[in-house]
Nanobody
Framework: QVQLVESGGGLVQPGGSLRLSCAASGSIFRVYAMGWYRQTPGKQRELVATITSGGSTNYAYSVKGRFTITRDNAKNTVYLQLNSLKPEDTAVYYC?????????WGQGTQVTVSS
């Protein structure tokens, strides 16, 4: 079994920053791609950013240049730095991990951007 523990969400004013973390633990032989998705009520979950085990990244157009995804392979942890936040970034953010043996989701962390 694999557990994903997310942290770092919260309330921030427009233009502010947050850093999300997601640590994977449990029966992990190897972690391949890691990523972040987000979801708002009534909408489908959407991709925010992904990063491969080699460090190649991919971003949604709406966050490119503002968000940065990184990972620490030794800690099986993925991070998402959110800068220049906008009200439309408000959502529950979920981390996603591919271990090769399965795909896993975090419990979600709320990010609210409001003045």
């Amino acid at each position: 079994q694999v557990q994903l523990v997310e942290s770092g969400g919260g309330l921030v004013q427009p233009g502010g920053s947050l850093r999300l973390s997601c640590a994977a633990s449990g029966s992990i032989f190897r972690v391949y791609a890691m990523g972040w998705y987000r979801q708002t009520p009534g909408k489908q979950r959407e991709l925010v950013a992904t990063i491969t085990s080699g460090g190649s990244t991919n971003y949604a157009y709406s966050v490119k240049g503002r968000f940065t995804i990184t990972r620490d392979n030794a800690k099986n942890t993925v991070y998402l730095q959110l800068n220049s936040l906008k009200p439309e970034d408000t959502a529950v953010y979920y981390c996603h991990v591919n271990t090769g043996a399965g795909y896993y989701w975090g419990q979600g962390t709320q990010v609210t951007v409001s003045s």
